[in-house]
């Protein structure tokens, strides 16, 4: 059963890797975000497509939930003292793969093919494509003024209200190679449990995927990232308060209009009603196995 | 006193350090070779001007003569993980330079520039200047083939004998601004305990420096590397045995025809004969102090 996951963030990297281990090898793509790529000390960091990377190679840091274990800090301490920027956490391991990346990048392999290589030389099955080569930069609309989505998330800790989104080269952006090709060979379309604004919305700014998408001829089904109203981590409920006056699921299915035939949401999120098909299960992926169950249930709802 | 040292290498680093000491703050520019730079993942490595920085600024790994002190080697270990070149050896706080160097060459700031910004970061009051700005490369070649400097130095390990030593753009390149400013100026020039044909002679190579060393209206002294006939470390012997048919003294005066007027000695080569003033005392540079005494040395036979 060939699968297309969208996904963005810890949460899209966790429930990829139970997907990963609920399918057959080779059978799930995942289209990763880019509207979160930062240029940093002249590396091109791409966090939802290492996050990716790092967890269906095991390599992540599983408590932190971003970056990798076993993870020392002493190049961006270096590069501080030298008065290069250090807003932004790069470890070591991280940045021997940023350097690999940046002559790769430098030598114009496109990122696609960068990001192929990477899952290759980790021994990864799952394709990990991000959805698009092109730049697609995610832009956050604040009461203090708008950012670039890293100098918000980051650098100022994301604690500025979100009135709006936007999607710098969205309009213009291609899907890398293989992104419409697994959409169109695709059993079931998966949205991960991943933010709709920051995660997933940067992957339907391109075109031909939201329009892939619309026109599906199999199911899609998406992940609430939500526990009863509240983000497991990061801003997605405080967004949608704000964005879509509320978090239940019917305010989660009203960011993905024409695109979802189903939504698994947690069991704390019912009684609920929504335009589409509402699944309750435990949707919190403490651990790997959990994870898996909650792809498989996934699965199961994407097979009507 | 205003001294121009040119240096290069471990041995030159530690000399420069001695005249720094020696001398009142501010009274010395060192002219780095550049001959050994190397593009090493996407980063520009230059070894001489960092073992000078690191040196000066009291960073430099004492015991293994290169590199910071504490060094550890994360990145490197995974940029060659994801098959990056992990040949040369590239510590995490020595890549925090380089990535802080990088940005600074791609906003077309010119290496002189660059140095000297760093030196502040640094609070080295030593003016660091490298002796072009211009490409300038040092290739060895070897019964075994030619090679760029680093591939035989690193990479072979300095295993293959050298017939011969060439500079790669040093027919056209200019010194450095600064360059030619500190060699009129100074009262003295010095040539470091460093390689005649790998840390001096890529210095030489540039048009400028050696017409200005040939008409020169101050003493310039060169300091030997050599103690009994034998490099302190490196292929410096070596080279002179097979390049220049030996190591004495006067084998050594031979590199540098026309530009010197005295030559410091370890004890350990007399009797000596050569076409210029010999001057033995010790050179062995143990520790800071003994590097201090032998400047000190090199400064009174400078001042005749």
């Known amino acids: 059963m060939k699968v297309a996951l969208l996904s963005g963030?810890?949460?899209?990297?966790r429930f990829a890797r139970g997907l990963a281990d609920a399918l057959p090898p080779g059978d799930l793509t995942v289209v990763g975000n880019v509207g979160d790529d930062v240029e940093i000390l002249g590396l091109h960091v791409s966090p939802d497509l290492d996050g990716l990377l790092y967890t269906l190679a095991g390599l992540i840091d599983e408590e932190r939930g971003w970056g990798r274990a076993g993870e020392t800090w002493n190049a961006l301490r270096s590069a501080g003292a030298w008065r290069g920027e250090e807003w932004f956490r790069l470890g070591d391991l991280d940045i021997g793969l940023h350097l690999v990346r940046r002559?790769?990048?430098?030598?114009?392999?496109?990122?696609s093919r960068v990001t192929a290589r990477l899952a290759e030389r980790a021994s990864v099955s799952t394709r990990i494509v991000p959805a698009t080569d092109d730049l697609l930069r995610t832009h956050?609309?604040?009461?203090?003024?708008?950012?670039?989505?890293?100098?918000?998330?980051?650098?100022?800790?994301?604690a500025d209200?979100?009135?709006?989104?936007?999607?710098?080269?969205?309009?213009?952006?291609r899907p890398a190679p293989g992104v419409l090709d697994a959409l169109a060979e695709a059993d079931a379309i998966v949205l991960a449990p991943s933010n709709p604004y920051l995660s997933i919305g940067p992957i339907l700014a391109v075109r031909e995927i939201r329009e892939t998408l619309e026109t599906r001829r199999v199911r899609c089904v998406a992940v609430s990232p939500l526990v009863g109203g509240k983000a497991v981590s990061g801003p997605a409920d405080r967004m949608l308060s704000r964005m879509a006056g509320g978090t239940t699921p019917g305010h989660l299915?009203?960011?993905?209009?024409?695109l979802l035939d189903a939504l698994v949401i947690d069991e704390a999120d019912t009684p609920a009603e929504a335009q589409v098909e509402l699944v309750a299960t435990?949707?919190?992926?403490?651990?790997?196995?959990?994870?898996?169950q909650l792809a498989e249930r996934a699965l199961e709802v994407a097979c009507g």
Do not use: I, N
Not at 253 to 258: E, I, K, Q, T
Not at 282 to 292: G, I, Q, V
């Open 9 to 13: 963030g810890g949460g899209g990297a």
């Open 282 to 292: 435990k949707t919190l992926m403490h651990d790997r196995e959990s994870a898996r």
């Open 103 to 111: 002559e790769m990048l430098d030598a114009d392999v496109p990122l």
């Open 253 to 258: 299915v009203g960011c993905y209009v024409g």
């Open 140 to 158: 956050v609309h604040t009461p203090a003024g708008s950012f670039p989505f890293q100098e918000w998330f980051v650098g100022r800790g994301h």
């Open 161 to 173: 209200d979100v009135d709006d989104v936007s999607y710098e080269g969205g309009a213009e952006a």
